[in-house]
């Protein structure tokens, strides 16, 4: 027996779901695939801090698995979603803007919505002086880039976050003669 476990929202809707939907199901698993699909493309938007579309994701849920099996007792089984439910999932607007550095956003403040989870890592071109000599170094954190470079985070994230958004994630900015960016982890 073999256990896959996956906690990001980012590698279930970007990799392993478009992976499992070239394969074709002929079980009642083709259907819990279809609203895998539709929870994690309403939690990878942002849709989940709705707490209207939140209670209705898990709704969804309760619809999967053993409970769509037909050895399910009629009184364990739960009523399924509407049409108008499940439209509401659907076509609910996001409210997280993912950029191409892999960071989230959330659409109306413009904060991060996923400080404690790495989207994505750190770049740096460390320069020694010489022009041919140049070292590169990835970090996980602006706190470790800060530490590398002998600076602070914040004097970091002020210049990586005044990139244009054509920049995000291909554009280094230079600092003390050091180069950094963002990279997204993850991201397609």
């Known amino acids: 027996m073999v256990r896959l476990v996956i906690f990001s929202t980012n590698i279930l809707n970007n990799y392993f779901i478009p992976f499992l939907e070239k394969m074709t199901f002929i079980t009642k698993k083709g ?11 309403a939690i990878y938007n942002g849709a989940h ?11 969804l849920s309760y619809t999967m698995n053993n409970y769509r099996l037909s050895s399910q007792k ?33 659409i109306i403040t413009k904060k991060d919505v996923n400080k404690h989870s790495t989207n994505c890592v750190y770049e740096i071109i460390k320069s020694s002086g010489s022009v041919d000599v140049e ?3 990835l970090a996980s954190t602006l706190k470790e880039v800060g530490e590398i470079l002998n600076i602070d985070y914040r004097t970091v994230k002020r210049h990586l976050d005044s990139l244009s958004e054509q920049e995000l994630g291909r554009s ?17």
């Open 31 to 41: 259907e819990d695939l279809r609203d895998i699909k539709i929870i994690c493309a």
């Open 49 to 59: 801090r709705q707490q209207e579309i939140k209670s209705l994701i898990l709704k």
């Open 74 to 106: 009629e009184s364990e089984k739960l009523i399924s979603l509407s049409t108008e439910e499940l439209n509401r999932i659907l076509n609910v607007k996001p409210t997280v803007l993912h950029l191409a550095d892999g960071r989230q956003l959330d």
């Open 135 to 137: 070292e590169k170094i």
């Open 172 to 188: 280094f900015v230079e600092i003390k003669g050091n180069k950094i960016r963002r990279v997204a982890v993850f991201y397609p």
